[in-house]
T-cell receptor, first 111, second 114 residues
Framework: AQRVTQPEKLLSVFKGAPVELKCNYSYSGSPELFWYVQYSRQRLQLLLRHISRESIKGFTADLNKGETSFHLKKPFAQEEDSAMYYC?????????????FGKGTKLSVIP | DTGVSQDPRHKITKRGQNVTFRCDPISEHNRLYWYRQTLGQGPEFLTYFQNEAQLEKSRLLSDRFSAERPKGSFSTLEIQRTEQGDSAMYLCASALGNPGNTIYFGEGSWLTVV
């Protein structure tokens, strides 16, 4: 069964410090991974997906199949990055291509 | 805002009552999902529609839950004989066309069963 693990419930960093939000997955097929973000009082929205290899709002994430990880990184945290971050794995074995989410990590950037 | 809209945003109901949530997906999005999210957890998949056809249901979707998407546009999620364990945020999401396209989420409907 597929599973997504985000080991940290809360991560606090100072403004300007590097950020790394951890995500590990378990999946038998070829994984498609995503990071979703939820800012305060806003809806869940896609931040980035590994297949596009984009950098969004300064965030990047690299898929490491050997370590089954997809950690989210940003070199210099900004106050506006404070939000809830969810790692998600697409189940391509199901016709729905549903997402399996981790429990989320709350990022708090201290001014 | 032309995103996914959900109604009502908040619902408080007594145990044993029935509740219905509505989701209006982004126009022309043929794929529609329902997820449930409880405190401290990520969203969990409930069910999936492609156009009007309900193609997948999670084991989380007990027989007290029913979802419809008549005419492949809006969708409803009904919970019959609510229980306190049904208290959660119910999220609707939609996507266009082929798998792999971005899934867009609504703001969710909060259900509290007292």
């Amino acid at each position: 069964a597929q599973r997504v693990t985000q080991p940290e419930k809360l991560l606090s960093v100072f403004k300007g410090a590097p950020v790394e939000l951890k995500c590990n997955y378990s999946y038998s097929g070829s994984p498609e991974l995503f990071w979703y973000v939820q800012y305060s009082r806003q809806r869940l929205q896609l931040l980035l997906r590994h297949i596009s290899r984009e950098s969004i709002k300064g965030f990047t994430a690299d898929l490491n199949k050997g370590e089954t990880s997809f950690h989210l990184k940003k070199p210099f945290a900004q106050e506006e990055d404070s939000a809830m971050y969810y790692c998600a794995l697409e189940n391509s074995g199901a016709g729905s291509y549903q997402l399996t989410f981790g429990k989320g990590t709350k990022l708090s950037v201290i001014p | 805002d032309t995103g996914v809209s959900q109604d009502p945003r908040h619902k408080i109901t007594k145990r044993g009552q029935n509740v219905t949530f509505r989701c209006d997906p982004i126009s022309e999005h043929n794929r529609l999902y329902w997820y449930r999210q409880t405190l401290g957890q990520g969203p969990e998949f409930l069910t999936y529609f492609q156009n009007e056809a309900q193609l997948e249901k999670s084991r989380l979707l007990s027989d007290r839950f029913s979802a419809e998407r008549p005419k492949g546009s809006f969708s409803t999620l009904e919970i019959q004989r609510t229980e306190q364990g049904d208290s959660a945020m119910y999220l609707c999401a939609s996507a266009l066309g082929n798998p792999g396209n971005t899934i867009y989420f609504g703001e969710g409907s909060w259900l509290t069963v007292v």
